[in-house]
């Protein structure tokens, strides 16, 4: 099977899902009771030659706030007590979209 993509560099590493990519982009958005906020965003990219279409793929990962402890309590600072009383955070989704090789 020939090459769909052919980089004309060394190809990177996606940094959430290690993919080896010629292109990735990541966006990791704060997932709140009300609303959603994009906390971060990052893409990089290598210079490549494309033979035919091709499809970016696309992860996701949700990352939920809690504590896995018996005592909820016993890891956290009061700056991170503080945090929870006056947030409704739930949790960070991240999303990777590449350009594989």
Same mark, same amino acid.
């Given at each position: ?10 190809? $990177?590493? =996606?940094? $959430? ?15 709140? *009771?009300?609303?959603? +906020? ?5 893409? *990089? =990219?290598?210079?490549? $030659?494309?033979? +035919?279409?091709?499809?970016?793929? *696309? ?9 896995? =402890? ?8 009061? +700056? ?13 989704? $991240? %999303?990777?979209?590449?350009? %594989?090789?």
């Amino acid at each position: 099977m020939k090459a769909k993509i052919l980089p004309l560099e060394d190809p $990177i590493i =996606s940094p $959430i899902f290690g993919r080896r990519c010629v292109y990735y982009r990541v966006r990791v958005w704060a997932i709140f *009771k009300r609303y959603t +906020q994009l906390v971060h965003e990052e893409q *990089k =990219s290598v210079q490549f $030659i494309l033979f +035919q279409k091709v499809r970016k793929k *696309k992860r996701k990962k949700f990352y939920p706030i809690g504590v896995p =402890s018996r005592d909820p309590f016993s890891l956290l600072t009061a +700056q991170d007590v503080d945090r929870m009383i006056v947030t409704d955070l739930k949790g960070f989704l $991240i %999303e990777e979209e590449v350009l %594989e090789v």
